[in-house]
């Protein structure tokens, strides 16, 4: 099977070191469809963040709870 020519352009490119594998990686590719990739990833992360902390709250209410026998201070 022949490696297609992008391909091996994108190993020179890695080759010449760290700054240049990023442009390498960018050949050929949609700069709008990347950065819409980056926004998905970033509402993932803020929406798993958001639930990991709401869970933690929570868990953490819990556990005050039985510990001390009282009910969590207020947020002020």
């Known amino acids: 099977m022949a490696v297609k020519l992008e391909d091996r352009v994108r190993r020179s490119f890695v080759l010449d070191g760290e700054e240049t594998t990023e442009k390498a990686w960018t ?23 958001a639930a990991f902390t709401i ?17 969590p201070p207020a947020k002020t």
């Open 27 to 49: 050949i050929g590719r949609d700069p709008a469809e990347e950065r819409r990739k980056q926004l998905a990833w970033k509402v993932l992360q803020g929406a798993v963040g």
């Open 55 to 71: 869970g933690a709250r929570r868990i953490g209410a819990r556990i005050w709870g039985v510990l001390t026998g009282e009910r």
